[in-house]
């Protein structure tokens, strides 16, 4: 297995290149690119996303196995989780449930810019610090 | 368990407000949260993270069970993954796998934005359209 995998998306405000649009259904969505089969990810699936001002998810859905995380990184919108709905900014993050039904849609008068991401509920073993190994190799930058 | 958790973090910009600082350990990271305890993910774990210019990681670390997910959001920088050194930049996507040594410099004079998400390598069962269900309902926004 590689070590890594990398790709380069470009600026953020040209994610309306992308568009989901998967066969046999009527989902066709403009700013939304997944990164599973780009980098060959194991553990999660991710998507970045960017929705013009009166755009977003125009039906609910629910996870089976997955819990999913939202991370907003621009823009102002509101969300639907069940039957609460919310505002949403930069810096809102949202963890739904496996089950639950949930949607969004960018009620702002700028772009909306978000991470979605998907991992299997309960599948974290260990994290942070417990997971991770201090290697005692100086990096090649020098702090000035 | 909750439907969802969220946490409003501001914005990006004032994501220095945070520090991570571990006990018993010399690590000591200015504009780092950890998602995980905060919203009570079982499935990930995930920082938002900012970088002033000529800062960064001054150390390597490899993850024992776990991917890892870097998205570059903002700014530029360099990243070292083994013995590969390249640039990253808003759009910047790179996975890491276990075991490989990992670490990366704000190398450019604007702050450097990103998102890692570390999750069990190999753990996802389903993903995208066949971990999800579609709602037969409207949702309350309108296209206008």
Known sequence: MNAYTKAT???LSDLDSHIFAPKDTPIHLVGKVFLGDLLGLTSMEVSLNKDAPNTGIDFFHSHKNN???YIFIGGRGEMMVENDRFAVEEGSVVKVATGAKRAWWNTGSENLYY???Q???GGLKSSKLDDAEIIEEKVPWVRT
Do not use: H
């Open 9 to 11: 998306l470009g600026k």
């Open 67 to 69: 819990e999913e995380l």
């Open 115 to 117: 991470v979605v991401v």
């Open 119 to 121: 991992a299997q509920t």
